[in-house]
């Protein structure tokens, strides 16, 4: 499959693995033990066609309030996943980084991932940006309150507030903003994800679940984006006009 366009930044919501779970009258945990395996292909696949970041959805700050089993399987797997797959994602150029409050996961955790993230803050061929904790709202706010932060000290004054400005005070700051946004599952929401950044992101909606979004589906979801026509609010003339 020939892609025409290739986003820079896809972000991906990896919902489902519970209704997927229950469809087969197993616990919901199998169901995120399945979605890791797609978060697995889904990484290869991005790193093979040269999306340059891919930002997923693993953990979000309301997910806390799960029943606490569901939370220390999830911390589990995401303690796997980083022990186990590191040494490969480093092999692959792969850089990890992290947003989100990540200073509320488990002690271990944060140190497995700070070492991670260490490990492989040199490589170049992709960004695996991983959500953990992350509210796009309290990202919003954090913002606003580091903003705050730097007026009182006089390194910065509230005319020099510009929507550039604030990008850079968000986890994101360095990252462009997602070209796609993909959401298995089939609902219809932003769901606390990348408020801020995603003002102009293509939205794909598939009702996959997310066990069984895998390469196929993929590349699916990117072969439909390099069918749109992106006008970031101008008209279909002035940007044919310009191509
Ligand atoms: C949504 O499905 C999925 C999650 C809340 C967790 C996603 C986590 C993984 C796929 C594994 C860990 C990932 C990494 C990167 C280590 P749901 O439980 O809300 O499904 P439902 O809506 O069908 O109940």
């Not at 220390?72 to 947003?99: C, N, P, S, T, W």
């Not at 796009?136 to 004054?157: D, H, N, V």
């Not at 986890?171 to 609902?187: H, M």
Request: glycine letters at 6%.
């Amino acid at each position: 499959m020939v892609l025409s366009k290739i986003p820079a930044h896809v972000a991906i919501i990896m919902d489902g693995n519970g209704r997927w779970a229950k469809k087969r009258g197993k616990p919901r945990i199998y169901g995120h033990q399945q979605g890791m395996e797609s978060v697995r292909a889904v990484v290869e696949t991005a790193r093979k066609v040269g999306i340059k970041v891919l930002t997923l959805y693993a953990f979000s700050k309301e997910n806390w309030a799960r029943p606490l089993e569901e939370v220390k399987f999830l911390m589990g797997l995401l303690e796997h996943y980083l022990q186990k797959e590191v040494e490969e994602l480093h092999q692959k150029d792969i850089q990890i980084r992290a947003i989100g409050e990540i200073e509320r996961l488990p002690e271990r955790i944060q140190v497995i991932l700070h070492q991670a993230i260490k490990k492989t803050a040199a490589n170049k061929g992709m960004i695996l940006n991983l959500a953990l904790s992350y509210s796009g709202r309290a990202e919003i706010a954090r913002a606003a309150r580091l903003i705050a932060e730097a007026c009182k000290r006089g390194q910065l004054s509230p005319d020099q507030i510009t929507e550039q400005t604030f990008a850079r005070y968000l986890y994101t700051a360095d990252i462009p903003d997602p070209d796609l946004l993909i959401r298995t599952s089939g609902e219809k929401r932003l769901s606390n994800f990348l408020l801020f950044q995603c003002a102009y992101t293509e939205l794909y909606i598939t009702p996959i679940l997310w066990p069984d979004f895998r390469e196929k589906e993929f590349m699916a979801a990117l072969e439909d984006f390099s069918r749109r026509e992106r006008r970031f609010g101008k008209t279909s003339e002035q940007i044919k006009g310009k191509a």
